[in-house]
């Protein structure tokens, strides 16, 4: 069967598979959709949380982001696991005991400061339209490559599929369809993993094969990334594995792109707010423990998967006769991620560090789509793959759908605009936002703004810079008060976000010699993170302590009981 | 949601005596899991910032089979350790929540 047929079928399968289960686990009541009853084992939310953190870029970009960084990619692997230690020892068992059903409900109330929880309010909402539009382009691409549809059809697929889900399904539904999809996109990433690990280096383990021998050919014997060492070497790239090479980013940014990752992955809302769904304090902990085991497997087999396609993609191009590539070259080719340009009319692929020179331009995000291509293997892996990106970017999407129309529905309207909005009422408004939220998702999916790579750095700084400081405090520092946190979240993100507009808007063309301490806006984040802290702390010593009351409140969420102890 | 956390009036309104039973317990509880904090931060910082970045060029002189030490640090082994470190930490609470009697 063709790739096409293969394709339909797996996509077809995989998408009745969620439907049936958001309709099998749908939403009745403000808490299911909220915080799915808060009744989700932590088994189950470990996966749900899985699906939900691994994106598109976690699935697509990923593993062909390292393909062409080599040691630096280990930002993203370092930056996008280490985020969970934060979460599950600061941060999940606590917020899941203070029991509020969304982020900037806990920082109004911890604060009691409805102030401080409007700015978390339009924090949430920046934070995930930015990640929303990214996925439902991701959506496209998948459908526009092996459907061969247009990139605006996949997408208004894509925004029915949610729209079923995540409107009818609220929190309860999304959760289980998460679980679903993590199964499809693990087994999509794992198969040809293992398969392309085998094939180069006998191991069937990648992330073992990683670190082997090459089995044939002309390296045999020799390990596989002193060999891809040697061919970068050859090319006139440097080594894959060097750290501080010309060309490449300095430790100093390194430092504070990992640091500024990781806490903003504890401070997305979208994240946190699985460990609501949860049955209590202790089961946060071991829901985080499943979360980075499963998140792990993903992580771990990237870097591998990121070695092994430099390795076949350098082999099976270099030197060759166009007129000879195989037929994914072609394929690809009418995406325009993958193009030629025979610079010197010799009619042979030539790949060299010198860009003058080098004839082939690849887009990192075909590495994972067409690995399997690459290394040959059958129709039905290279659809499987296409199911597991269209996972990944669909629970991610409906995670992040979700925290923006409570945001709506429950931040903004029960609490300020339309206090005596009932259960009743206040469910038909989360579903109402939820659809507007999907439209509008739906629409930046097929006009993306022009800067969607750009804002991805804001998603992060912004998250690190407002959320997380002042989350921390709220659990560890009883000292900490309303004017402390709102001071501190004000200066972290009017800092963060002035640094990020002014050198990838106002002054793209600025070189990192302007940079400040030598620090890209991909990783200000984690100085504005430290901004919030000192901000936060010191204007809180230096005004009323918080009332009792609230430092009780604070006591009373550092222990892990069911309820309030109330004897 | 019964079983959210409210703002609770103290239970002393008077001026401050000494701590009750209950709250030598509740502090003790809390110490004893900054301690266990602090020490599973602090690798989760030494090991990706320190082997993983800082020290990796050093360490890639060492091989683990066919990785540059410090490149497996910084593109497997940090993994690795955050998965212990979380789950130590589960472990660990769950004995800590048995011996206060906070299940």
């Known amino acids: 069967m063709s790739i096409l047929t293969w394709t339909y079928i797996t996509v077809g399968l995989s998408f009745a598979l969620y439907i049936g289960v958001a309709i099998w686990s749908r939403a009745s009541s403000t808490s299911s959709f909220y915080v799915a009853g808060r009744g989700v084992p932590a088994f189950a939310n470990g996966m749900a949380t899985a699906a939900d953190w691994m994106s598109a870029a976690s699935f697509i970009s990923m593993a062909g982001l390292i393909s062409f960084m080599g040691y630096q990619g280990g930002i993203y692997l370092m930056g996008w696991t280490g985020g969970y230690v934060l979460l599950a020892l600061l941060l999940a068992p606590y917020l899941r005991k203070f029991g509020r059903y969304t982020v900037p409900e806990f920082v109004g109330d911890r604060y009691d400061s409805q102030f401080a929880r409007v700015v978390a309010v339009f924090c949430a909402i920046f934070i995930s339209f930015t990640y929303v539009a990214g996925q439902m382009r991701g959506v496209g691409v998948v459908f526009s490559r092996f459907l061969e549809v247009p990139v605006d059809t996949g997408v208004l697929i894509g925004v029915g599929l949610v729209f079923v889900y995540a409107v009818v399904g609220g929190m309860r539904g999304i959760t289980y369809t998460q679980v679903a999809q993590y199964c499809v996109l693990i087994v999509a990433f794992m198969i040809p993993a293992v398969a392309i690990s085998h094939q180069l280096t006998g191991n069937w383990i990648p992330q073992f094969g990683f670190g082997a021998t090459i089995s044939d050919g002309p390296n045999a014997g020799r390990y596989l990334l002193e060999t891809l060492d040697a061919i970068q070497r050859d090319l006139g790239l440097p080594e894959y594995t060097a750290a501080w090479v010309g060309g490449k980013k300095s430790m100093v940014d390194v430092f504070a792109i990992t640091l500024a990752l990781m806490v903003g992955t504890a401070g997305l809302p979208h994240v946190i707010v699985r460990f609501y769904t949860v049955r209590n304090a202790a089961a946060a902990r071991w829901s985080a423990v499943w979360a980075l085991l499963f998140i792990g497997i993903l992580y771990t087999t990237a870097p591998a998967v990121a070695s092994f396609a430099r390795v076949n993609l350098i082999q099976t191009l270099n030197g060759r006769e166009y007129s000879e590539v195989p037929e994914w070259f072609n394929s690809w080719e009418r995406t325009g991620l993958i193009a030629f340009n025979d610079k010197n009319h010799d009619g042979i692929i030539t790949m060299d560090g010198d860009p003058a020179i080098n004839e082939l331009d690849v887009d990192p995000d075909i590495i994972v789509l067409a690995n399997p291509e690459i290394a040959g293997l059958p129709n039905w892996v290279i659809a499987l793959v296409a199911a597991g990106g269209l996972a990944a970017a669909l629970s991610t999407a409906a995670g992040l759908l979700l925290v923006i129309s409570s945001s709506i529905s429950h931040d903004l309207l029960k609490s300020f605009l339309w206090k005596d909005l009932n259960e009743k009422q206040e469910l038909l408004a989360a579903r109402i936002s939820a659809a507007f939220a999907v439209v509008v998702a739906g629409y930046f999916g097929i006009h993306p703004p022009g800067y969607v790579a750009q804002v991805v750095a804001f998603a992060f700084g912004l998250a690190a810079a407002s959320f997380f400081p002042v989350l921390v405090l709220g659990v560890f520092d009883k000292r900490t008060n309303r004017e402390g946190a709102v001071s501190g979240m004000l200066v972290g993100i009017v800092f963060t976000a002035s640094y990020i507009i002014y050198f990838k808007l106002v002054a793209p063309g600025a070189d990192a010699s302007q940079w400040w301490f030598g620090i890209s806006p991909e990783g200000i984040g984690s100085i504005g993170m430290l901004m919030n802290f000192v901000t936060t702390i010191v204007v809180s010593r230096v005004t009323k302590p918080p009332a009792s009351e609230l430092q009780n409140m604070v006591d009373e969420m550092r222990l892990p009981t069911e309820g309030p102890a109330v004897g | ?103």
């Open chain 2, 1 to 103: 949601m019964t079983e959210a956390v409210k703002p609770t009036k103290p239970t002393a309104p008077t001026a401050p005596t000494a701590p009750t039973d209950e709250q030598k317990r509740a502090s003790a509880y809390w110490r004893s899991n900054l301690r266990l904090m602090a020490a599973l931060l602090t690798v989760w910082f030494a090991v990706p910032f320190g082997l993983g970045i800082v020290f990796v060029e050093p360490l890639n002189q060492f091989q683990l089979g066919g990785f540059p030490l410090g490149f497996w640090f910084a593109q497997q082994g940090s993994i690795y350790v955050f998965f212990v470190l979380v789950l130590v930490y589960a472990v660990r609470m769950r004995s800590l929540d048995r011996r206060y009697n906070y299940e």
